[in-house]
């Protein structure tokens, strides 16, 4: 297994909800993901998270969030409805 290089914070992404996804993600799985590393997701929703993963990992910030250590992000397929909470873990 490849070894991904460790710095910044931790970044855990939660499925929230998964309808009808093409790859199966379920609610309730969790991974890690990094600026390396994307998880179990498919190449277009890490496409359209990879600026938000970067933002959490290196300690910036949600200018309107009211948690700067998490966001919703959805699936950029509308018809295929997954959502996946972003978190950041500080150590």
């Excluded at 992404?13 to 379920?26: N, P, Q, S, Y």
Aim: charged letters at 30%; hydrophobic letters at 35%.
């Amino acid at each position: 297994m490849p070894r991904f290089p460790k710095f910044g914070a931790k970044v855990i992404a939660k499925v929230l909800e998964a309808k009808d996804c093409t790859i199966g993600l379920k609610e309730g799985e969790e991974y890690e993901v990094s600026v390396h590393h994307c998880g179990e997701f498919c190449g277009a929703f890490y496409h359209s998270a990879y600026n938000l993963i970067t933002l959490l990992q290196f300690g910036g910030a949600f200018p309107l969030s009211r948690d700067p250590d998490r966001i919703v992000w959805e699936c950029p397929n509308f018809q295929r409805r997954v959502k996946v909470e972003f978190r950041r873990i500080k150590d």
